[in-house]
């Protein structure tokens, strides 16, 4: 069930995406002489993260094989690697289809001490991007939905909320974990495109589908994580 809404939520978000970068598009400049640019052009990014967690955890719960007083959590230093493709719809009007790779890492607090959580991921959205000209480059602003999934989790010590199994499904007989490996949110970006195609990108991602995967009112885990890229962007 916690599968299909995040699918639905990222469609629904995706295609409301997709109306208005073609709206706006046909607003600026569909039918002026600048149309004729559009092309597809790809890219490359890598950098350094730090994520962590939104969490609260109803008290009652923190003594309980659920959380085992997990606390909250801070945010650790991991990495990202990616590629993108980009569709010129007009001068300033792109839309891209990203997918990154990143090793995500957040420091986890229980009543008596800290552990930390690794994991590794991949990232797929799909962003409308604003691209203006500033000084000798251009400068670029962007919003996606986008939808994570997680592969491989590890802690130093302590619980692995990834693997904390909490129940087994009776329909399907598969057993169900603290934490979903699947969330849907959104991507605000910002940066700066060199005159040589090299990019500078400050990107924050914030996920809006709770990932605890216990129905319990006012416990939730969210997860973000804020991104300092460096890319090269292959554009004639």
């Not at 997918?99 to 552990?115: I, P, Q, V």
């Not at 974990?177 to 991602?205: C, K, M, N, P, T």
Request: charged residues 20%; contains cysteine; proline residues 3%.
């Amino acid at each position: 069930m916690k599968m299909k809404k995040i699918l639905f939520i990222v469609a629904i978000i995706s295609f409301f995406d997709l109306q208005c970068s073609v709206s706006l598009a046909q607003s600026d400049s569909w039918d002026d002489d600048d149309y004729h640019l559009q092309f597809v052009s790809w890219g490359l990014q890598g950098g350094v993260n730090a994520s962590s967690f939104i969490m609260r955890v109803d008290p009652l719960l923190r003594d309980t094989l659920i959380m085992d007083s997990v606390l909250s959590a801070t945010p650790a230093m991991g990495v990202d690697l990616g590629a993108f493709f980009e569709y010129r719809i007009t001068d300033h009007w792109r839309v891209q289809l990203s997918a990154r790779m990143g090793m995500d890492r957040a420091t986890l607090r229980y009543s008596d001490h800290r552990s930390n959580m690794l994991t590794l991921g991949a990232d797929f959205a799909l962003p409308v991007l604003y691209r203006t000209p500033f000084s000798t480059g251009s400068i670029f602003f962007s919003v996606a939905p986008y939808c994570h999934f997680v592969f491989f989790s590890d802690v130093t010590e302590g619980i692995n909320l990834y693997r904390r199994q909490i129940y087994t499904d009776p329909v399907t007989g598969k057993d169900r974990f603290a934490l979903s490996d699947i969330h849907a949110g959104i991507d605000l970006a910002v940066g700066y495109e060199f005159e040589s195609h090299w990019q500078l990108q400050l990107d924050a991602r914030f996920g809006i589908t709770d990932i605890l995967n216990l129905e319990t009112p006012g416990t939730f885990v969210y997860p973000y994580k804020v991104s300092l890229l460096v890319g090269y962007h292959f554009e004639n």
